[in-house]
């Protein structure tokens, strides 16, 4: 025992002085710790750990999982950029922790709860097109070639799928042709034109302070065209019905089936879009269309440029909003920058979205692709500053005024603005996923602030005949990233009350919108999503003030399903973000049977309006007279009652005075 007692001390000793020559600095050189090493050393994990400064902390942005326990157990995949998906970041970062005790007002806790649940509603919402098998309908000749010239004045300068000699042809085609054996391209064609046509039309937005000065006349005037509108949008879902029957390669069937990506973009939901777009995609490869400069010299070899871009930009819409890979890409397509030289006005602004569209592909490919790899500090900054330098580039070839941008002047002309709008939304594609970073943290709000602002002022001047059809189908192309930057900021506690001002008007805009659009469409949702937010930043602002959320129906926890969500995040650098159990809330029955006979209505009803049969009437055909002044020229903002005489409540229906074809 005490030899025992006597080696202890002896190395407790020896493990003193260890520990001073340690403190000291003196090397250590024992043989009894020499003899202690292993004959190969292996490293430490603290010796493999890099340090501080070159640990990859800025990794892949990533989507949401939605798993829902009903009886068909779906799942869905929600890309990073799209609306559902910043819809989830806005409610677990800001809402959930604001209903779960954040505030101590009970009103915002109260608020911030419905909200999650409106906000649950509005992604596990996954309405179908009414299916009813009967074919589409060729439309009234007299209605196509009274649209013909305000389409291509309004719409066709923003995506030229026709130009005005072809369809001249598609209509005289039409009208030659026996209402047995026509043509489903030509038929597909000459409805979308005018539906495209009366969308722009009615898209004309009045500012606020004149919307209570609008007359009675004006309004069911309004009516009655939203009527038109929907029945030739029943037409457009039946031909989605038959879309199969438009892959035969053929010119006609590419424009057919491009002009249907066009309307379902606004008009129905992004899962319906990406899905039809992928068929013209391949029906547009099966004829060449992007092999343009081979026909050089053909008369249509302009027309296939124009489509090959328009097809290379909508891909990039599909990518950003839709959430799939780029289906076309850039090294299959042949951006001639020399057409510019050519005096095309159209032309020239095509190219330029042309090129902004292969920035946003280069963006997703080393950003948000699978295989992106996770980066450094350093590595984000040499990233940011090459992207910047290429849209820097583009600007100085695109003719866009970064000073007139970044200033209180608005762009005068219509595609000046929408290239604006597109280099501001380009920009937050590729800060976004590097948000925390120092460098890009103090410009990604003015950023949002910029292209928020350019849509608003663009909003106001909707009215006027070079912007009409515009605005729709810009904010239906760029992911909202600048909504939510927006919300994000405002919410936080950061956001100025002129940020608060913004996001107020631009949800009135985004009101006037959706209210000529179905539920599922882009813009509708995103108008929910902007109303549902800004009750509660109002309930923040007033907390002593009870808000009733308006913009759509409520429902209880006990009567929402049970869905399973799992959200993740880009920057976990501490921890990841674990899966949440929610409650998420679904459509009313009583809306989708409202909605549902709606479609059917218009369906049912508009079979006559869109009848062949009808369609050839003699000169004197009443549909001609009402009809005829709107072929002169433009749109203006027109009432068809003031050139009908008939006074339409706005509950009736066009469809059942049956004032078209009596």
């Not at 909508?314 to 890409?329: E, Q, R």
């Not at 000046?416 to 925390?436: D, N, V, W």
Request: glycine share 4%.
């Amino acid at each position: 025992m005490s030899r025992r007692l006597e080696s202890l001390e002896a190395a407790l000793a020896e493990t003193q002085d260890t520990i001073k020559r340690l403190v000291s600095g003196t090397a250590i050189c024992t043989d009894t710790f020499a003899t202690l090493q292993p004959a190969h050393s292996w490293p430490t994990p603290e010796e493999t750990t890099p340090t501080l400064h070159e640990t990859a902390v800025f990794k892949r942005p990533l989507g949401h999982f939605l798993r829902s326990h009903d009886v068909e157990g779906s799942e869905r995949y929600f890309n990073p950029t799209s609306l559902e998906s910043l819809v989830y970041d806005i409610r677990d970062l800001f809402l959930e922790p604001l209903a779960n005790g954040g505030s101590e007002n009970q009103n915002v806790r109260e608020c911030a709860l419905l909200a999650q649940h409106k906000l649950d509603d509005l992604v596990s919402r996954n309405k179908e097109i009414i299916r009813n098998g009967a074919p589409p309908t060729a439309p009234p000749i007299s209605i196509l070639k009274a649209m013909i010239e305000p389409y291509f004045a309004t719409v066709n300068p923003h995506f030229p799928i026709w130009t005005k000699d072809s369809f001249m042809r598609i209509a005289t085609a039409l009208q030659e042709t026996n209402h047995v054996t026509q043509d489903l391209g030509l038929v597909v064609c000459s409805n979308n034109l005018i539906l495209m046509a009366l969308a722009a039309n009615l898209s004309q937005i009045p500012s606020h302070q004149d919307k209570p000065r609008q007359s009675r006349s004006v309004r069911s005037g309004s009516s009655i065209n939203m009527d038109l509108m929907n029945g030739f949008l029943a037409n457009a879902k039946r031909a989605i019905e038959y879309a199969e029957l438009l892959l035969a390669p053929r010119l006609i069937n590419v424009q057919a089936l491009l002009s249907l990506c066009v309307v379902a973009q606004e008009h129905m939901s992004p899962s319906v879009f990406a899905r039809l777009f992928n068929l013209t995609a391949q029906c547009a490869k099966s004829i060449g269309v992007h092999d343009w400069e081979t026909l050089e010299g053909d008369e249509g070899d302009r027309e296939r440029q124009r489509l090959s871009y328009c097809l290379y930009i909508l891909d990039k819409v599909v990518c950003s909003t839709a959430g799939t890979s780029p289906y076309i890409p850039a090294s299959d397509v042949h951006i001639d920058t020399a057409t510019k030289s050519y005096g095309d006005r159209i032309m020239s602004d095509l190219v330029a979205r042309a090129k902004l569209a292969e920035i946003q592909e280069t963006i997703y490919l080393e950003i948000y692709a699978r295989r992106a790899p996770s980066r450094t500090a350093d590595q984000v900054r040499l990233l940011v500053s090459k992207f910047d330098q290429k849209l820097h580039d583009w600007t100085v070839s695109s003719g866009v005024d970064l000073a007139e941008i970044d200033s209180d002047a608005f762009p005068s002309s219509a595609p000046k603005i929408e290239l604006s709008i597109g280099f501001a939304c380009t920009q937050l594609l590729y800060m976004r996923p590097f948000k925390e970073h120092p460098d890009v943290a103090f410009q990604i709000i003015e950023v949002a602030r910029r292209g928020m602002k350019l849509l608003v002022n663009l909003g106001c001047s909707a009215g006027e005949l070079e912007h009409q059809g515009a605005l729709s189908s810009i904010i239906a192309s760029y992911p909202p990233l600048y909504v939510f930057e927006i919300c994000s900021y405002v919410l936080s506690g950061e956001g100025q009350d002129s940020d608060v001002n913004m996001l107020q008007s631009f949800t009135e805009m985004l009101h006037d919108i959706a209210d000529l659009r179905a539920e599922e469409s882009h813009n509708h949702r995103l108008y929910e999503a902007c109303a549902t937010i800004v009750d509660v930043i109002t309930a923040i602002k007033s907390p002593h003030k009870r808000r009733k959320l308006q913009h759509s129906s409520s429902l209880s926890s006990s009567q929402l399903p049970s869905i399973e969500t799992q959200r993740l995040f880009p920057y976990s650098p501490s921890s990841d973000v674990p899966p949440n159990n929610n409650d998420n809330n679904n459509s009313s029955s009583q809306a989708q049977i409202r909605n549902q006979g709606n479609t059917s209505l218009a369906v049912s009803n508009f079979e006559p309006l869109m009848s062949p049969t009808n369609s050839r009437g003699c000169p004197e055909d009443e549909l001609v007279t009402l009809m005829g002044p709107l072929g002169k020229g433009p749109f203006e903002p027109f009432d068809l009652l003031g050139y009908s005489g008939a006074q339409i409540s706005r509950g009736e229906s066009l469809i059942e005075k049956d004032l078209w074809w009596d």
